[in-house]
Nanobody, 122 residues
Framework: QLQASGGGLVQAGGSLRLSCAAS????????MGWFRQAPGKEREFVAA????????VYAGSAKGRFTISRDNAKNTVALQMNSLKPEDTAVYLC?????????????????WGQGTQVTVSS
């Protein structure tokens, strides 16, 4: 199971820190990813991190503004989001990959959390 939290309403230029807690069949050996989905749009990749944390992948829209990290001792993954823009508004979902690698495709993830809403006002 994956439980995402930390979403909310923030003004443009502000910051939010999302957290995802993993339990059950999702373990600290899985690669983890963050995706987002805005109303009427397809799910979009945001960032991913491998089990060891040595491989990190970002979508172009996230580079330089977002930072993904993980704490395997606590089975948590975080997404620090800075310089937020209205176009970042979406439900953010965390996901656990089939194996320990970092993937940008949603098809490589088999466990999904319920999502947390992020709303950025202009």
């Amino acid at each position: 199971q994956l439980q995402a939290s930390g979403g909310g309403l923030v003004q443009a230029g502000g910051s939010l820190r999302l957290s995802c807690a993993a339990s059950g069949r999702t373990s600290s050996t899985n690669g983890m990813g963050w995706f987002r989905q805005a109303p009427g749009k397809e799910r979009e990749f945001v960032a991913a991190i491998s089990w060891t944390g040595d491989i990190i992948v970002y979508a172009g829209s996230a580079k330089g503004r977002f930072t993904i990290s993980r704490d395997n001792a606590k089975n948590t993954v975080a997404l620090q989001m800075n310089s937020l823009k209205p176009e970042d508004t979406a439900v953010y979902l965390c996901a656990a990959a089939y194996d320990s690698r970092a993937y940008s495709s949603s098809s490589d993830y088999n466990y999904w959390g319920q999502g947390t809403q992020v709303t950025v006002s202009s």
